[in-house]
């Protein structure tokens, strides 16, 4: 939880260190853009705070709630509610509503206005800290000895702001236990590279990662225009379906991330170069040519499979 204190005369918002530190990140990228937040406010009616940018366009609340197929059986997480128009289109839709908001005026604004939906409840906090398995895994007294009680699959919606998505997705795989599909609207680069395929010049780290642990589908874009003020950027709906390849590749979760960092490392160098440092040059040259892979070729033209056998092929030699 991030807490703040609200000053009606000045209208501002009182900033712990950590808030003033994230604002700062936030405006010192304001340059490139921003991931807008959903909110009911007309055109130029609303002002933004902390380089928001509202969503205007009628049609979208309704096109991403619909992305999410039929969630009248489910629990779905929302992150940065913002002003709650997608919210109330996911309250009335959803078995559970669990939306996770980090302004605390917003927060409370929120709870006042579902505070009679009795399947909706509002968190006031950071969804990067927030504790995933207080809020999805099992509850006290509500397993048995013996029994293996998987938990519940939620389906996640939110809009993430472009300079912390990479952790927020990095968060959302590490829990991945509790979560089935994701629909996010990210900047449209990063829409992009999640989605992109080896070979091409935007796919690198947060690709394959993301690739590892999901199915990644681009589903529609808005223009700035879809967002008061707009934008410098448009921005980009993707689902993202959890199907871990771990096992299929057969590799391990953790020695397997960090191989693929150090094979991203530096994308000027090539795949030999990143991986030197850490290898016996021998066994390095022995593993490439048992996986197939060229000396010369760089991380980015390598599909997971590849990657996956040359990382096998390097383990065995340090094996053995």
């Known amino acids: 939880m991030l807490p703040a204190s609200y000053d009606k005369k000045s209208d501002r918002v009182a900033l712990t260190q950590k808030q003033h530190d994230r604002i700062s990140s936030l405006n010192a990228r304001m340059k490139e853009g921003n991931v807008p937040k959903v909110s009911t406010a007309r055109s130029g009616g609303a002002k933004p705070k902390l380089g928001q940018h509202f969503l205007t366009d009628p049609m979208a609340p309704g096109r991403i709630a619909d992305a999410l197929g039929d969630i009248s059986r489910s629990t779905v997480f929302e992150i940065g509610p913002g002003r709650g128009a997608l919210t109330s289109l996911l309250a009335k839709r959803a078995r559970r509503l669990i939306a996770i908001e980090t302004d605390r005026v917003l927060a409370a604004q ?88 080896p070979g091409t010049s935007e796919y690198g780290l947060l690709s394959a990662t993301t690739q590892l642990y999901t199915a990644v589908e681009k589903l529609f874009t808005l223009p700035p225009a879809a967002f008061t003020p707009p934008p410098k950027v448009h921005s980009t709906v993707v689902r993202l379906t959890v199907i871990p390849r771990l096992e299929g590749l057969r590799v391990p979760e953790t020695a397997f991330i960090d191989f693929l960092k150090l094979s991203f490392g530096q994308k000027r160098k090539t795949l030999w170069n990143n991986l030197k440092a850490q290898y016996d040059t021998k066994a390095l040259r022995a593993a490439m040519e048992e996986a197939g892979v060229k000396s010369d070729a760089r991380s980015e033209a390598l599909s997971l499979e590849k990657t996956a056998a040359l990382f096998r092929a390097l383990s065995n030699s340090k094996a053995s």
Do not use: W
């Not at 699959?153 to 994701?182: C, H, M, W």
């Open 110 to 197: 929120l709870r006042m206005k579902f505070s009679l939906y009795g399947n909706v409840e509002i968190i006031e906090g950071d969804v990067l800290a927030v504790d995933f398995d207080s809020i999805f895994g099992p509850k006290p007294g509500s397993t048995r000895p013996g029994i293996n009680q998987q938990p519940e699959r939620v389906q996640v919606v939110g809009n993430l702001p472009f300079f912390i998505t990479s952790d927020i997705l990095l968060r959302l795989f590490a829990y991945r236990k509790y979560f089935e599909s994701s629909v996010l609207m990210v900047q449209r680069e990063v829409a992009d590279r999640l989605a992109a395929e």
